[in-house]
């Protein structure tokens, strides 16, 4: 989040709260706090049309907020009409008037001196996976799937330690060119590849699946991914052509053990 | 030959002297154990649990990671085979070297990149020798780049024979590029000077300027220290500065293809790519499929497209450091798994010569040069390699005519054959079996295009030339490809004012590149811009008086049903 956009916008509203400003001013304002924010307010940039689909949602929620009351509805159009109707108020009347088309011709401007870019693909980032899969002759059940190894971390804390030794092998023969050295997603081919490598330094990823869920991103790779998620762009191999069911759970074990993190358990949004 | 022998023999005859002045700089006892937990974790996977250079991922690296044992550092600020500062080590480990699988570590904090120094000084036993203690030279601040300078630069260059490694347009293609070894007799690409984004020691001109002046230690890069005035490095840092169009390479994601009225003819190409932008696309190995490729010999391809009412003509370039013209290649050749392969570990380059002795020559510490030999004899002998290219293609023999190789330099551009039904594209390597891709195969020992339908990198097809042309030249190590083919013909249709997925794969003959071994781009968009002026005006005048037209509209409903003297219609309010 840009604090440097979010705080002064947050700053601006509490000084029209201590003004009593009209609903109509309200109603402007939360619909340019919401844009600015959305538009300069996010640390990663936002798509264009993700921010037209925002904003279409938060006009109608304003339509259906100043709607909801007979009170709101002349508290926001009765300004409005006093304007466009009442005598004194004509030189506002005309500068609004000829505000509005040149900032829209204005805005046409731009649009025309911009360059066509190529058709956008909002891809679901973990799309759900399906309940199960075969990987070499096994059916591996997806949902109640955990890491044969997770429990010796508790039980025998030096076969633990094996299996994430192991798992740092195969990390580091086949996975870190476009993970990173550091997982953080950054390895030395990740400038060639859209969508980028996942950065499991993130803490919205690892610790936000279970175990099975990257066993199934490992086994299938991009290939696996259901349409949304895009699976002619990924770069991630099928590993189950190059590795064994053990090594992509070793290789599940190091992931965790590197970055100090913990997997969902099994059942946290399972209902039995 | 004892490599640190000769290190330490250098360093003698130097007479630096450097013992004279400063005091061991070998951290406590502490920080050195703090080094090694953070080395255990972040460097040992690569360079080796005991700093050799030997770690898990050694085999698959090119350049292989740096052997710590020897003390020897390419990026110092210290002359020419002397050891690091402790900030100089720091100072690699913060930036990386860009182009290599030395990451950059900014998360690193300069107390942790202390430690880690501190720990890797310990590996070699030089670090604690008293006499060979080392000064950072004083490296002056870069004087403002001129273009006169680099001129004369340009000139150094020539004098001086930096031509012969790193070739005539410094593409990294001089003739005894694909000769040379490093200290520990693995072969070394000569950096490619027209891209100082992949310099190991960064792309500004200090940095540059350092490289002639410190040497890169263990490499055949020498120092010019003795030999050329300040002034002169300096010229001719800002003649190789002056070759790259930016510190960053500046990838782009679409190709626009220009619209244009002259037509298309291969046997007539001059200028007809002038009007075309070209666009700059990343090349990285193809390791997702089996035959893998780690370390692909190609980083970029530049791209230009042209297209009239009947063709479309695309152009790519990329820098090679020798055109292989000899043997043949192909999209759907085998290429055993990495771990069956008996090439594996085998760096970049080592290019196996027919005929000539088995690789292991240039593994082996003592047999650096016999290799080397082995290769100009090699070339002597070979002079056919014109006949490949007919006598039309003369202007080729700038070409450094290399050795038979069993591979040829090949290219392939992509694009699904069907029409897309949404977002849905084929699959980027090769497409996969619900969404075949045609690829515009070219080996480039041939100079005859040869079509694929793709349904997978295990599943291609080959469809014959169709109504596809190419032809191909090379140019003082770069190759430049020109392909055409009706708009409409045969396979994927180009329409004016649509974007199509587009994909490339090169294919390096001296890294014996083939089939699934190659470099590839992801999916790019080819974007065929309409013909004619595009008017800003109309646009724009259209929306504002809709606007006004909507204005009025409202305004005039508002008043006529308020105003016609029904004040009190109007809720009164504080306003």
Not at chain 2, 133 to 156: H, I, W, Y
Not at chain 2, 217 to 231: I, L
Not at chain 2, 279 to 299: K, L
């Amino acid at each position: 989040m840009n604090l440097w956009v979010v705080l002064p916008v947050l700053a601006v509203m509490a000084l029209l709260r201590l003004l009593k400003v009209g609903l109509l001013t309200w109603v402007l304002v939360w619909w340019g706090a919401l844009y600015i924010g959305m538009r300069y307010g996010l640390a990663a940039p936002a798509p264009q049309s993700v921010i037209t689909l925002y904003m279409s949602i938060v006009t109608l929620s304003l339509a259906a907020y100043v709607g909801s009351s007979r009170e709101r509805t002349e508290g926001v159009l009765g300004p409005m009409i006093r304007l466009m109707s009442e005598k004194r108020y004509t030189p506002l009347l005309v500068a609004i008037a000829l505000l509005i088309p040149g900032l829209a011709g204005y805005n046409a401007y731009l649009a025309a001196g911009l360059r066509e870019e190529p058709p956008y693909f909002s891809r679901t980032v973990h799309p759900a996976p399906p309940p199960q899969i075969t990987v070499g002759e096994r059916e591996v059940d997806l949902i109640r799937s955990v890491n044969p190894y997770r429990e010796l971390e508790e039980s025998d804390p030096q076969a633990f330690e094996e299996h994430a030794r192991a798992g740092r092998e195969v990390y580091y023969e086949n996975c870190f060119y476009c993970h990173g050295d550091a997982l953080g997603g950054d390895g030395m081919f990740a400038h060639g590849l859209d969508p980028l490598p996942s950065d499991f330094t993130d803490a919205g990823v690892l610790p936000n699946f279970q175990e099975s869920f990257f066993f199934w991103r490992v086994a299938k790779g991009g290939p696996g991914l259901p349409a949304e998620g895009g699976p002619w762009d990924s770069a991630m191999p099928r590993w189950e052509q190059f590795l064994d069911e053990d090594e992509m759970w070793d290789v599940l074990i190091f992931l965790y053990d590197f970055t100090d993190r913990t997997p969902r358990e099994v059942g946290e949004f399972v209902n039995e | 030959m004892n490599r640190h022998l000769t290190a330490m023999a250098l360093l003698v005859l130097m007479g630096t002297g450097a013992a004279t002045a400063g005091t061991l700089d070998l951290g406590s006892d502490a920080q050195r154990e703090a080094g090694r937990v953070l080395y255990d974790k972040y460097c040992a996977q690569c360079h080796g649990d005991t700093g050799d250079g030997k770690g898990i991922a050694a085999d698959r690296l090119n350049p292989r990671p740096r052997d710590f044992t020897s003390g020897k550092y390419k990026i110092r600020s210290t002359s020419s085979g002397n050891l690091p500062t402790t900030r100089d080590l720091m100072d690699i480990i913060r930036k990386g070297l860009p182009y290599t699988s030395m990451p950059p570590w900014p998360q690193l904090s300069e107390t942790e990149l202390t430690e880690l120094a501190y720990y890797l000084k310990a590996f070699a036993p030089a670090f604690a020798d008293p006499d060979f203690l080392s000064e950072p030279l004083d490296l002056p601040e870069p004087p403002p780049f001129t273009e006169e300078s680099a001129q004369r630069g340009s000139q150094v260059y020539t004098e001086i024979g930096c031509g012969l490694c790193h070739g005539e347009l410094a593409r990294g293609d001089g003739r005894s590029a694909p000769t040379l070894t490093d200290d520990w007799g693995d072969s070394i690409r000569v950096a490619d000077l027209t891209k100082r984004w992949t310099f190991r020691g960064g792309p500004r001109r200090k940095d540059i300027f350092r490289a002639f002046t410190t040497a890169l230690n263990g490499t055949p890069m020498p120092s010019y220290a003795e030999s050329m005035s300040v002034e002169k490095r300096w010229e001719l840092t800002d003649y190789v500065w002056s070759l790259s169009p930016g510190d960053d390479p500046a990838y782009d994601n679409v190709l626009r293809a220009k619209k244009i009225s002259r037509q298309i003819d291969l046997q007539d190409l001059d200028g007809l790519f002038d009007a075309a932008e070209q666009a700059y696309f990343p090349v990285i190995g193809q390791i997702m499929e089996p035959g893998r490729e780690f370390h692909p010999s190609a980083t970029g391809v530049k791209v230009r497209a042209v297209y009239n009412e009947i063709d479309l003509a695309v152009e790519l370039r990329w820098n090679d450091m020798r055109a292989e013209t000899s043997g043949s290649n192909g999209p759907d050749l085998e290429v055993p798994r990495f771990e069956d392969d008996p090439e594996r570990g085998a760096s970049a380059g080592t290019a196996r010569v027919e005929g000539s002795d088995d690789e292991d020559d240039f593994w082996g510490d003592e047999e650096e040069s016999s290799g080397e030999d082995d290769f100009w004899a090699e070339e002597e002998e070979v002079s056919d390699e014109d006949d490949f290219w007919g006598d039309e293609e003369a202007e080729a023999d700038g070409a450094p005519s290399g050795p038979e190789t069993e591979f040829s330099d090949a290219v392939a551009i992509q694009f699904p054959s069907q029409v897309l039904s949404g977002n849905r594209k084929p699959y980027f390597i090769f497409g996969d079996g619900k969404s075949p891709v045609d690829i515009w195969f070219m080996d480039l020992a041939r100079q005859r295009p040869e079509m694929f339908v793709g349904r997978g990198s295990s599943a291609l097809e080959s469809q014959g030339m169709g109504e596809l042309s190419a032809v191909a030249s090379f140019d003082r190590g770069q190759w430049t490809v020109v392909y055409t083919r009706p708009l409409r013909d045969g396979g994927v249709i180009f329409e004016e004012g649509s974007f199509l997925p587009m994909a490339f794969s090169l294919w390096d003959g001296f890294n014996r590149e083939r089939g699934n071994k190659r470099g590839l781009t992801r999916w790019v968009s080819l974007f065929l811009e309409p013909g004619g002026k595009k008017s800003v005006t109309g646009p724009v005048v259209k929306v504002v008086l809709l606007t006004l037209l909507v204005e009025f509209l409202i305004i005039g409903l508002v008043r006529r049903r308020y105003r016609g003297g029904v004040q009190g219609a109007v809720p009164a309010s504080r306003a």
